[in-house]
């Protein structure tokens, strides 16, 4: 982690962490912290979302998107007991709306750093069309096909299914095994 923060230091200057409210279990709001990935000069009301070929990102933010590296300041996340190592992706205040028609179901779990979405949307990034706008693309059919996913995992996990996607998280961040393919299109 030091590695990164001194790159990201001698790249574009401080700060070296992003910190973004996003929502908890229960609705509650937290900060959670991330590796910078964008150029500091970035505004904060900009697009809520990554796309692929983003041009607000950095040469080293570029690589800590592909690796997942600007992931591992949640560590603290973790300690602070405001997210776990598996669990829901905690969304943004931007997505809050989205939460409803059964999807408030996902507001039960503590947040964590990887599972079955993060896993299986790990490129999402490049899910997004180029004639949509990415965040009805995001409201309309992503967010509900990742908090579909969660909600068919979450209420029956055990421990050993945890650490099953813990190890296909890992392995998937270190290029050895490709998740199963998922493919998302609109309508």
Known sequence: MVVIA???LLESG???LF???RMGAGARPFRMYKFRKFGVRCSPHGLALTVAGDSRMTR????LAATKLDELPQIWNVFRG???IVGPRPESLAFADCFHGGFEAVLRYKPGLLGPAQVLFRHEAH??????DPLLFYRE???PAKARLDLSYYPQRTIASDIVWMAWGLLAVLGRVQPPRIHVSPG
């Open 19 to 21: 910190t973004q409210t």
């Open 127 to 132: 899910f997004y069309p180029q004639s949509t």
């Open 60 to 63: 080293i933010g570029r690589i």
């Open 82 to 84: 405001e997210m776990a």
């Open 141 to 143: 059919i992503l967010f």
């Open 14 to 16: 401080w700060p070296v």
């Open 6 to 8: 001194l790159a990201l």
